[in-house]
């Protein structure tokens, strides 16, 4: 019986401290990560008009090119239509620099698909595989 009673004590230490599944709250305030998370679409949205593939920001928005979203464990930053390899780097270097700039952020997953949004919605979900996926972990 004092055995079990230690296990459940260890199990609940290790659940609820540092880094354990039952924190309540967020790395950071979500309006923090939200607004980290406009600068990094921001950011790609550059790249993306650098390269051709919008006209502007606004463009960019409505060809839904670049999306984010915080998380609780930090960033998710969805990249749709892009193939090319040079960009991809660049994409994956300014999510690097975001994380190093900001470690009180947590995780940044980038996921890259070659197809559209919209392309991606109407994929069942249990065949959305991304083009590349990287996960930059703090």
């Known amino acids: ?4 009673r230690l296990v ?13 599944m039952a924190q309540t709250e967020p790395r950071i305030p979500p309006e923090a990560g939200q607004t980290e998370a406009s600068r990094l679409i921001h950011s790609i949205q550059q790249l993306l008009i650098a390269k051709g593939l919008c006209a502007d920001r606004a463009d960019c928005v409505r060809k839904q090119y670049a999306l984010a979203a915080t998380v609780y464990a930090g960033l998710n930053v969805y990249v749709y239509q892009l193939s090319d390899p040079e960009l991809l780097s660049d994409v994956i270097k300014q999510c690097a620099l975001v994380a190093f700039r900001r470690p009180d952020i947590g995780r940044i997953e980038l996921k ?9 919605l109407d994929t069942p979900f249990y065949v959305r595989v991304p083009h590349r996926a990287v996960t930059i972990e703090n």
Do not use: F, N, Q
Request: charged share 10%; glycine share 12%.
């Open 1 to 4: 019986m004092r055995l079990l």
């Open 8 to 20: 459940v004590l260890i199990s609940l230490v290790a659940l609820c401290g540092p880094g354990g």
């Open 112 to 120: 890259i698909y070659t197809i559209s949004k919209a392309e991606h």
